[in-house]
């Protein structure tokens, strides 16, 4: 077997080209273990990601309806956003769960840490699980989200993740780690 040194690709140069707050684009020229050079390799950079599979006291799971405009549908998903610059991931969850939801409190735990597109991406999603929560505050959307919170039981929540209904796979990843540890 290599060794992961051996499978490295070594960066010859990086031209950027896009640098904006949410996502910046670099263009490599690396040279694979191989010899062969490869010119022209993007890497999207993003920011760290955070999910949130959040439970009220009573046991309703908070789901959330949005539009994603780059697959030009409303998704159902689990609240999610960006961690901020010198921010935790677990102080990000916390702060996205109560900006777009008005949910707080509860017992919090990370349950996974997941790669959204390593082949492309460098960024990382940080998954976590919050237990009785309680909706103390108002929400504090960006001017881009349209979000309804949706309340689903742990039931239909299982349904819409062996029907597919959830598409999100950043999400679906973390909802079916919970039900296998769960179950």
């Known amino acids: 077997m290599k060794t992961n040194k051996d499978m490295k690709w070594t960066v010859l140069r990086t031209e950027h080209i896009i640098d904006r707050p949410w996502l910046n684009v670099n263009k490599?020229?690396?040279?694979?273990?191989?010899?062969?050079?490869?010119?022209?390799f993007y890497?999207?950079?993003?920011?760290?990601?955070?999910?949130?599979?959040?439970?009220?006291?009573?046991?309703?799971?908070?789901?959330?309806?949005?539009?994603?405009?780059?697959?030009?549908v409303v998704s159902t998903e689990i609240p999610a956003g960006c961690v901020e610059p010198g921010e935790t991931p677990l102080n990000g969850a916390k702060r996205e769960l109560q900006e777009e939801t008005g949910?707080?409190?509860g017992t919090w735990k990370k349950i996974m840490t997941i790669a959204p597109n390593p082949g492309i991406a460098d960024n990382l999603c940080h998954c976590f699980l919050a237990q009785g929560v309680e909706k103390n505050?108002?929400?504090?959307?960006?001017?881009?989200?349209?979000?309804?919170v949706v309340l689903y039981s742990k039931k239909e929540v299982f349904k819409m993740l062996q029907?597919?209904?959830?598409?999100?796979?950043?999400?679906?990843?973390?909802?079916?780690k919970y039900f296998y540890d769960n179950i």
Not at 28 to 40: A, M, R, W
Request: cysteine-free.
């Open 137 to 148: 505050t108002d929400r504090h959307l960006d001017d881009t989200e349209d979000i309804e």
């Open 163 to 176: 029907e597919g209904s959830l598409i999100q796979a950043m999400m679906v990843a973390p909802l079916w």
């Open 43 to 72: 890497i999207m950079h993003f920011p760290e990601f955070v999910n949130i599979i959040a439970i009220t006291k009573d046991g309703h799971f908070i789901l959330e309806r949005q539009y994603r405009h780059a697959l030009g």
């Open 28 to 40: 490599d020229i690396v040279q694979l273990p191989n010899g062969k050079i490869y010119d022209e």
């Open 103 to 105: 949910y707080t409190g």
